[in-house]
T-cell receptor
Framework: EDQVTQSPEALRLQEGESSSLNCSYT??????LFWYRQDPGKGPEFLFT?????EEKEKERLKATLTKKESFLHITAPKPEDSATYLC????????????WGAGTKLIIKP | DAGITQSPRHKVTETGTPVTLRCHQT?????MYWYRQDPGHGLRLIHY???????DKGEVSDGYSVSRSKTEDFLLTLESATSSQTSVYFC???????????FGPGTRLLVL
């Protein structure tokens, strides 16, 4: 069964303390892995798409990486405004663009 | 901004009443999706559409129906609302060469 698991469920960091969020997946023939950010009371906001092992993408303090079994979202020197829930999703072949979602990691950055 | 609006944004209703949620897009995207989001669960797909009058079921379609009579509107109907359908509902479209999904602001539904 195709599945996406995110860890940890919640992460509290001090401002400036770098860390990583994990997204592990079991999908045969990954078409794409997506990262989103969700603020309370809002819809998910697209961050990155990764397609193949070894690929990396960066945006400000965020860098996403991909291996054959998992993806990491690295957060470097985070600021309080980086506090949000980060969601991971994968797209399988022949899925008509449907995504399989993880439950998310709630990130809290304390000033 | 993918030009997606949802209405209503908040709704309180009683068990057994019908409820219709509307998703409206302004950019003629082919694919549209309805999700629900509940604590402890990831986003779960209810129904999706790949064109006018072309729809298909998702993971949690029981108790829900959809219609798409125009490209820009995708309606989600709860024929007889139950307390288990209390949730936040998100509409999404997919766009671009990568068919990335972009989300609306959500509708918070409470069924009493």
């Amino acid at each position: 069964e195709d599945q996406v698991t995110q860890s940890p469920e919640a992460l509290r960091l001090q401002e400036g303390e770098s860390s990583s969020l994990n997204c592990s997946y079991t999908v045969s023939g990954l078409r794409g892995l997506f990262w989103y950010r969700q603020d309370p009371g809002k819809g998910p906001e697209f961050l990155f798409t990764l397609y193949s092992a070894g690929e990396e993408k960066e945006k400000e303090r965020l860098k996403a990486t991909l291996t054959k079994k998992e993806s990491f979202l690295h957060i470097t020197a985070p600021k309080p405004e980086d506090s949000a829930t980060y969601l991971c999703a994968v797209q399988a072949p022949g899925s008509n663009y449907q995504l399989i979602w993880g439950a998310g990691t709630k990130l809290i950055i304390k000033p | 901004d993918a030009g997606i609006t949802q209405s209503p944004r908040h709704k309180v209703t009683e068990t057994g009443t019908p409820v219709t949620l509307r998703c409206h897009q302004t950019e003629n995207h082919r694919y549209m999706y309805w999700y629900r989001q509940d604590p402890g669960h990831g986003l779960r797909l209810i129904h999706y559409s790949y064109g006018v009058k072309d729809t298909d079921k998702g993971e949690v379609s029981d108790g829900y129906s959809v219609s798409r009579s125009k490209t820009e509107d995708f309606l989600l109907t709860l024929e007889s609302a139950t307390s288990s359908q209390t949730s936040v509902y998100f509409c999404a479209i997919s766009a671009g060469l990568e068919e990335t999904q972009y989300f609306g602001p959500g509708t918070r539904l409470l069924v009493l």
